[in-house]
């Protein structure tokens, strides 16, 4: 099992100036869940807003999420990419191609290392749908620190990577991840 929790946002005050502002949180992981992960919409109250959502995700042999997160881990080494560069819609067609392509070179595969197995939390204006700022938490990064990510602050990064706030979350994988790494 993989658990997914979003417990706290806080925002800086450059983002706070808006009344009323209703947010939530998208979790992108590893696209391991049929069903979209979305914390309900919350208030913010002088620059912070309380989630206690948490979500979690059964991994067995051959099912979606253990898939998904065998593909993120099998790659052998990283290439050091921007990641905001590679994200969303490229990322995602490149991973895709990957998947169905029984002839793809071993360095294109590299272009999905560790990226792909970064559990992205992207903070969203609940009126809008439009992205405020995100974190993420590295799937391999946890796996090598030998450590869940437990009710961790993450920096929050808005498009020009200027850090606005901190979200707390856990991602409790590492069982999980271990197994899939050993099959």
């Not at 990064?141 to 808005?158: H, I, T, Y």
Request: aromatic share 4%; hydrophobic share 45%.
């Amino acid at each position: 099992q993989i658990v997914l929790s979003v417990q706290q946002l806080i925002l800086g005050p450059a983002l706070t100036t808006k009344t009323d502002l209703s947010v939530y949180v998208q979790i992108e992981a590893l696209q391991m869940s049929e069903v979209p992960l979305e914390t309900p919409n919350v208030i913010m109250k002088a620059g912070t807003a309380s989630f206690e959502y948490s979500r979690t995700i059964d991994l067995a042999p051959g099912n979606r999420a253990w898939n998904a997160v065998a593909l993120a881990l099998s790659t052998k080494e990283e290439v050091p990419l921007r990641r905001r560069a590679i994200r969303r819609n490229s990322a995602q067609s490149l991973r895709s191609s990957l998947r169905n392509s029984a002839h793809c070179s071993e360095s294109a595969r590299l272009l999905v290392s560790q990226e792909d197995s970064d559990v992205y939390f992207t903070v969203r204006d609940a009126a809008t749908k439009a992205s405020i700022c995100e974190a993420f938490v590295n799937l391999e990064s946890l796996l090598a620190s030998g450590k869940d990510e437990v009710s961790s602050q993450r920096p929050l990064k808005d498009a020009a990577d200027s850090v606005v706030g901190r979200l707390t979350v856990t991602v409790a994988a590492l069982d999980a991840l271990r197994k899939v790494k050993a099959a």
